[in-house]
């Protein structure tokens, strides 16, 4: 008698129906659901190939929490982990003190002085780039809404 085992006994995944797992087929489920109903919803206003597009955003994040999977994380967990990364972390400055004697001169603590200003200097930037990071989300957010209503505007009141 031979039974097959997997040489990586860690990547095993049990299926359900078709090969895929239950995560798998739970949120393949959602997202036609999902899908389907936007698309029936959206298809008399704005046509087929239209209301695809709009149901695509919609439908890959769902799909993608079922199938995606990176060192272990599930794409939900690896999504927060990047906002964690792009939005949540402090900036972390480092302030040399190499080559620095305890009798310090006026001329010496003036240098560092300068060296903690810059970085001050440096948190402002961060917040600079995390400002222009959620002004461009919002600018690409209404680009996205305009070019919905022109779709429409194209499509019927014309």
Known sequence: MVIEV???IDN???SVVLGLTARQ???SIISLIVGGGIVLLTYPYVGLTTSA???IPVVAP????GFYSYNGMTFVEMMKLKLHFAF???????ISTEGQMTDISSDQAEKGKQKKAVSTDNKGDFKKA???MILMMILMAVF???VGVAAYWYKYLR
């Open 62 to 65: 769902i799909a993608l929490t």
């Open 144 to 146: 996205i809404a305009v």
């Open 88 to 94: 949540g972390n402090r900036t972390l400055t480092y």
């Open 53 to 55: 597009y709009i149901a």
């Open 12 to 14: 095993y995944k049990e």
């Open 130 to 132: 995390q400002k222009k």
């Open 6 to 8: 997997n040489k990586n």
């Open 25 to 27: 087929l739970i949120f």
